[in-house]
């Protein structure tokens, strides 16, 4: 297998399109093109198909062989990887499969750390590690430090190719998964915790870095500005998305009087009542029924009314005051996960901080949907210019 050539220049393709009428499975094929390396005309074979989690990991499995007999690595980097995505936990096949895919990823892109390009380190974190990827500005003295890393689902090597973005544009970079995501949750089995600021401090430790702006992608809209409530190292905060509460997120396009409901069912201790309702919205809604399975799997829970209580616990209510620092919000205007109107939320909690930008894209920079999947490059632009723009104010 040939490796792929560290002297291609870094690009990011751009785009948003409609393959199939559900909107998270249409917005996960769009994040296979954009994110982890597929390429749309392979897509176009089976968007249309990809009705459920079952039709997707076959849809994936089938480009993933093609990809392979043609000798496109980068493209069945992308579709191993995502076949994954929506394998349960339960499926025998979850964790050999993401195994696959992270080995193809490191052998692929060898050169980036046998050349020095790209450092790997093993962060010492509750009985196991935290894994980090490094990479320092092209520029010589950086701007500044940049810690990096994603949300609820992701996988860390989806951003590497904006880690080596950022330092193109003069950045030291470390781009981290914590407890709950990618190789950390499924090689080693550790859960979710709220507090995010306890693997961020054992990066920080571990580098010994002295300042620095931390970028958390989707769920990371919430969890990189709970470790900026506790960690006085982290001077700038991007939140990739609006997420001023995880509940919050789940029930804000539900009608009022059933939001009101549901928050009542929970004060009065009642959650476990709904257990039989949540089984049956995961029978007649796919969406409802993967964001529950993993939900559960990722976040330690053995029944949905224990999983919402999980989330529950990921709120900035209560700790945002502590948070004095620089933040930018990146949103996304027609983004099917989280209403921007929750960004009012948000604004309300955030009344200490030294200053507040949001930027809300849209869809006529292919920039609407959730964390602007179709314009990654304008949105990284964005975060390195406003961290230009805040370290000249200082």
Wanted: glycine letters at 10%; a negative charge.
């Amino acid at each position: 297998m040939e490796r792929y050539d560290v002297s291609t220049p870094i690009t990011f393709k751009k785009g948003y399109y409609r393959f199939c009428p559900q909107d998270n499975f249409n917005f996960q094929l769009n994040r296979v093109i954009m994110w982890d390396g597929g390429r749309k005309e392979d897509i176009d074979k089976i968007g249309a198909g990809v009705v459920s989690s079952e039709a997707w990991v076959r849809g994936m499995k089938r480009l993933a062989e093609e990809a392979h007999a043609e000798g496109c690595t980068e493209n069945e980097i992308a579709y191993r990887r995502m076949t994954e995505f929506f394998m349960y936990d339960s499926d025998p096949e979850k964790k050999t499969t993401y195994e696959d895919a992270a080995a193809l990823f490191y052998e692929y892109y060898g050169d980036y750390f046998d050349k020095g390009i790209v450092t790997r380190a093993e962060v010492p974190y509750g009985g196991g590690y935290l894994p980090v990827m490094s990479a320092k500005a092209k520029s010589g003295s950086p701007i500044d430090t940049i810690l990096l890393h994603g949300g609820n689902d992701s996988y860390f090597e989806e951003f590497f190719f904006a880690m080596l973005y950022f330092a193109e544009r003069g950045f030291d970079v470390y781009l981290y998964e914590g407890p709950g995501q990618g190789g950390v949750l499924r090689v080693q089995g550790m859960k979710f915790d709220y507090q995010w600021e306890k693997p961020t401090k054992a990066v920080l430790d571990f580098f010994d870095i002295r300042e620095a702006t931390i970028i958390g992608a989707s769920l990371g809209g919430y969890l990189a500005p709970r470790a900026a409530a506790f960690e006085p190292r982290i001077r700038r905060v991007v939140g990739w998305s609006i997420f001023p509460d995880f509940f919050d997120v789940v029930i804000a396009d539900h009608p009022g009087a059933m939001r009101s409901a549901i928050g009542g069912v929970f004060k009065l201790g009642l959650g476990k009542a709904m257990n039989g309702l949540y089984e049956k919205m995961m029978e007649k809604d796919e969406l409802i029924r993967w964001n529950l399975l993993h939900g559960m799997y990722a976040y330690d829970a053995k029944t949905p009314d224990e999983y919402i209580r999980r989330i529950r616990k990921f709120t900035l209510k209560g700790i945002a005051h502590r948070i004095t620092q620089d933040v930018l919000i990146l949103g996304a205007r027609e983004d099917h996960f989280i209403m921007p109107k929750l960004f009012h939320e948000e604004y309300d909690l955030l009344k200490n901080v030294r200053s507040l930008t949001l930027s809300l894209m849209t869809d006529r920079q292919d920039a609407g949907a959730h964390c602007n999947v179709g314009n990654t490059k304008l949105a990284l632009d964005t975060m390195a210019d406003w961290i230009v723009q805040r370290k000249r104010e200082e």
